[in-house]
């Protein structure tokens, strides 16, 4: 089976940074993934980590730590339009298994 | 444009009926998959198939019925045995199910069971 966690909700401020933490523990991994989904609308890509390390895109970066079932999304300078769901999404031997997200508000 | 579309957007059903609900990509992709998605709960595996004529169950598939006659469609049935279908439902495509590609997501349809 497969166990995910990460906080319900988070708040910052416009311009600074914010990291979003996932533990994830998975029958088989095969990478993870982090979506990004406004209210109302279908998740949008982010990122893909299949290997230990930091992946950065951008505004963007991800972290993986395999041994630990740790994960990261850090998001920098933040703007109001990144206030959205946050979802984890660590892969098993064939499908993802999307955790219940992080809903991230950035205030003025 | 290549794309995922779901039709349609918003759908109300009384209780008791089938409702259909429709997944179409020109991405070519093999996999497609469906999601039910409900109110501050992450994305839930209905179904998904790896190719033509197969498909397999996800984690609540339980009141549901897919089919998956071309490569380009994927309809989702929710059948009346489906004890709490009010949710927003996601259908997904990708490449295929191993390697890092990416699962693309269509607009959704949120369905109201009256």
């Known amino acids: 089976g497969q166990n995910i966690d990460q906080p319900t909700e988070m708040t910052a401020t416009e311009g600074a940074i914010v990291q979003i933490n996932c533990t994830y523990q998975?029958?088989?991994?095969?990478?993870l993934f982090w979506y990004q989904q406004h209210a109302g609308e279908a998740p949008t890509f982010l990122s893909y980590n299949v290997l230990d390390g930091l992946e950065e895109k951008g505004r963007f970066s991800s972290f993986l730590s395999r041994s630990k079932g740790y994960s990261y999304l850090l998001l920098k300078e933040l703007q109001m339009k990144d206030s959205a769901s946050y979802l984890c999404a660590p892969r098993g031997y064939s499908t993802l298994t999307f955790g219940k997200g992080t809903m991230l508000l950035v205030s003025p | 444009d290549g794309g995922i579309t779901q039709s349609p957007k918003y759908l109300f059903r009384k209780e008791g009926q089938n409702v259909t609900l429709s997944c179409e990509q020109n991405?070519?992709?093999?996999?497609m998959y469906w999601y039910r998605q409900d109110p501050g709960q992450g994305l839930r595996l209905i179904y998904y198939s790896q190719i033509v004529n197969d498909f397999q169950k996800g984690d609540i598939a339980e009141g549901y019925s897919v089919s998956r006659e071309k490569k380009e469609s994927f309809p989702l049935t929710v059948t009346s045995a489906q004890k709490n279908p009010t949710a927003f439902y996601l259908c997904?495509?990708?490449?295929?199910?191993?390697?890092?590609?990416?699962?693309?997501f269509g607009p959704g349809t949120r369905l109201t069971v009256l």
């Open positions: 997904a495509s990708s490449i295929g199910l191993a390697g890092g590609g990416e699962q693309f």
């Open positions: 998975t029958s088989g991994f095969n990478g």
């Open positions: 991405l070519n992709h093999d996999a």
